[in-house]
């Protein structure tokens, strides 16, 4: 990597979890030495981008936040599903979010909260589970199944609760049966207490780029409640698409 690549590689490693890390444990991801990743780091700080905190560790400045927010307050994602989300949230009172692929990994890139008390908690920037979650199995099920073993060589499914598919055919089959009814479900598979719903954001030829859903706690959800907001993520799903369809 060039000075500029060793750059833009710590700015995205400190944009993931744990979100702060030592300059030894940078030095190793860019391939640096300490001195080396040090100029780098100090160059961040010193533009803002990064900050160095008392335990001597760095984490992403104000800078990188104010970037972000402007990326995101004029022509971002969120900025135009917005509208969408917000009417799906308010018709369902739970929480709504989009994720699209990115770097491999399915994750969040806008979610509104439910008003409501309890509710299901999440974050923008986490990665969504292909195995366990709305989005995650929404996403996935539109691949290549030679991708997805692929993915799982790489990373083998892992086990969140007692209901999270970690079988193979079992995941192939569930992503079968997705493509057919046009909406994913994971009941309890990702957290014990939560249920999520997911449908595909399609373009106009078809193809899958981000997925919908919402967050219900398992307290407030009925087998009546569950065909509503199966036809309600189903229906935001393809308003969204129709509108990208609009403007290609």
Same mark, same amino acid.
């Given at each position: ?44 700080? #010193?533009? /803002?981008? +990064? ?10 400045? &104000? !800078? =990188? %936040? *104010? ?55 999440? #974050?923008? /920037?986490? +990665? ?10 929404? &996403? !996935? =099920? %539109? *691949? ?105």
């Amino acid at each position: 990597m060039n000075s500029s690549e060793k750059l833009i590689t710590l700015l995205k490693t400190l944009s993931k979890e744990p979100f702060e890390f030592g300059v030894t444990e940078l030095s190793k991801i860019i391939e640096c030495g300490k001195s080396g990743t040090y100029k780098l780091l100090a160059t961040l700080v #010193r533009e /803002g981008l +990064a900050e160095q905190k008392p335990n001597k560790k760095y984490r992403l400045g &104000l !800078a =990188a %936040y *104010l970037i972000g927010k402007s990326y995101e307050d004029h022509v971002g994602l969120g900025r135009f599903v917005r509208p969408y989300l917000e009417q799906l949230r308010d018709v369902t009172n739970e929480n709504t979010s989009i994720a699209v692929w990115s770097e491999g990994v399915v994750t969040v890139l806008y979610r509104l909260e439910s008003r409501a008390m309890i509710r299901v908690v999440g #974050r923008v /920037g986490s +990665a969504r589970p292909i195995n366990a979650s709305a989005m995650g199995k929404t &996403l !996935a =099920a %539109y *691949l290549d199944w030679t991708d997805i073993e692929e993915m799982i060589r790489r990373t083998p499914l892992k086990r969140y609760t007692q209901k999270t598919i970690v079988d193979a055919e079992a995941l192939r089959c569930e992503f079968e049966l997705i493509r057919k009814q046009g909406y994913a479900v994971s009941f309890c598979e990702f957290d014990e207490g939560s249920v999520g719903i997911g449908a595909p954001v399609m373009d106009r030829d078809g193809n899958v780029w981000a997925s919908i859903s919402i967050g219900v706690p398992t307290l407030r959800v009925t087998e009546e409640k569950m065909k509503e907001y199966v036809h309600l993520v189903g229906k935001t799903a393809r308003q969204i698409s129709e509108a990208i369809g609009r403007m290609q």
